[in-house]
């Protein structure tokens, strides 16, 4: 994986009022010192449509960034210069989300120091006040490569391993609700191989032995590879994906499998395979 990727706004699918709320958002940043970095659906496009040219199943107007935050006051600072100077709003529903031009959420997840043990964060304000940053500090210490974005705009942005990763979560701490997380998920494995292929010739060359070997299969057993490189810096973190993973390859009733047989059109037994390579990885 290379240190630094030059893509343009237009193959992000994104407008300008984008490019203005980066401007708007940087300034921010820097003046409180907070490193961060993009996750979520617009980090998926980065590598899908930005890198590879490759249509993600589906695109959005919100963006998610992690932000690493050591202090409380830190982050209600942040968010009240944004507000104030910068022409950002309070969003009323989610304390961690802020409008730009009214209609674009702007989500601002701080990690780091300022979680608890377990990596959950309540914060003050309206609505949402309370979320799990699970492995969020894991995959920023992992290594994340910078994005420059039309000469314009420079940012840090998840890994393809690191969005499974987190997406895994999210989902399993509220599945009713974020179904679109496994769809995303099977997103990135469907086209994993084609995105990853020079780091799996050469640093996964183990796995093609078979002549027939299924390139998908081979893909997502480097997949959990990749997750674990990440997950075995926190005991906890490792466990709780080796859970995720185990209670959706147990039998036929994997929810997970069931979501993924909607975005393949396939069978759920077929899915139950995919994610037994997956887990192999991770535990191998």
Not at 40 to 55: S, T
Not at 226 to 248: G, P, Q
Request: aromatic content about 10%; glycine content about 8%.
């Amino acid at each position: 994986m290379k240190n630094s990727y030059n893509i343009n706004i237009e193959q992000l699918l994104l407008s300008p009022d984008h490019g203005e709320m980066l401007v708007a958002l940087g300034r921010g940043l820097e003046k409180f010192s907070v490193d961060f970095y993009l996750v979520g659906a617009v980090a998926r496009n980065v590598w899908m449509q930005g890198i590879h040219n490759l249509k993600p199943r589906r695109t959005t107007t919100d963006i998610d960034f992690a932000v690493l935050i050591n202090k409380q006051e830190v982050y209600n600072e942040l968010k009240q210069y944004l507000v104030e100077q910068e022409g950002f709003e309070q969003h009323s529903g989610n304390a961690f989300v802020l409008l730009w031009k009214g209609n674009m959420e702007v989500d601002l997840l701080p990690f780091g120091a300022i979680e608890d043990a377990e990596g959950k964060l309540t914060t003050q304000g309206m609505g949402l006040t309370s979320i799990n940053l699970h492995g969020f500090i894991e995959v920023y210490e992992e290594g994340l490569p910078e994005i420059n974005l039309g000469n314009e705009h420079k940012f840090k942005c998840c890994t393809l391993p690191g969005i499974v990763l987190l997406k895994l979560i999210a989902w399993d701490d509220r599945p009713e609700h974020r179904r679109d997380d496994v769809k995303d998920i099977s997103d990135i494995m469907n086209h994993f191989f084609d995105m990853y292929d020079d780091e799996i010739w050469e640093n996964h060359n183990d796995l093609f032995g078979d002549e027939e070997a299924d390139l998908k299969l081979i893909s997502a057993r480097v997949m959990g590879r990749e997750m674990k490189k990440i997950a075995v810096r926190n005991k906890a973190l490792f466990s709780r994906i080796e859970k995720i993973l185990n209670e959706n390859t147990e039998d036929y009733n994997s929810r997970m499998a069931s979501i993924m047989a909607e975005y393949y059109g396939n069978i759920i037994e077929e899915n139950i395979i995919l994610l037994q390579h997956l887990k192999t990885g991770f535990t191998e």
